[in-house]
């Protein structure tokens, strides 16, 4: 999971702020409950949301530029020795940092879910082809829902997948 600037141009008035409490919320506790690695990139300080804040104080937070991590030696190896095979992105801006890091995971051979209901676009009309392009390289949209049902499903954890659906009840 790579949340990146998530809290970019995010204001108390933003209006997809409330819209995410709700994603924010499952996903802390399904990362817990599945202990999942994490790392912050950027500007990551949410505000308003009490969950989103405890969910960036747990996760490893590197500072370093949004479009370099790729060259970042703690990043890669943070996934190296979690032996990653998927990675999640969150965050702002769609069509900037989180498509670059996108396409630069495809490179390296990652499988690559965006969660379209953690991430905002700088320009809204921009999101659907973003996601277009992002799409020809297998990069596919999901939600924080269908995220942790699909983790619960391949684990194939009877309690694991009861726990899950009572959290997204």
Not at 73 to 79: A, E, K, N, P, V
Not at 129 to 142: C, E, I, K, Q, Y
Request: proline share 2%.
């Amino acid at each position: 999971m790579v949340l990146i600037n998530l809290s970019r141009g995010e204001t108390h008035t933003s209006a997809g702020l409330a819209a995410r409490h709700s994603s924010f919320s499952l996903l802390q506790r399904g990362l817990e409950m599945f202990a999942v690695a994490s790392t912050v990139i950027g500007e990551c300080q949410p505000v308003e949301i009490d969950a989103c804040q405890e969910l960036v104080h747990s996760m490893m937070q590197l500072d370093v530029d949004a479009l370099s991590i790729w060259r970042d030696r703690r990043f890669t190896d943070s996934l190296a020795s979690a032996k990653t095979g998927i990675i999640f992105y969150g965050g702002s801006w769609l069509e900037e940092e989180i498509f670059i890091a996108a396409l630069q995971a495809t490179e390296r051979g990652y499988d690559v879910r965006l969660l379209s209901d953690l991430i905002a676009p700088r320009v809204d009309a921009d999101r659907s082809l973003v996601l277009d392009r992002l799409a020809l390289h297998g990069v596919l949209p999901t939600t924080v829902r269908q995220m942790l049902l699909e983790w619960a499903v391949c684990l194939d954890d009877a309690l694991l997948k009861q726990k899950v659906q009572q959290l997204l009840a």
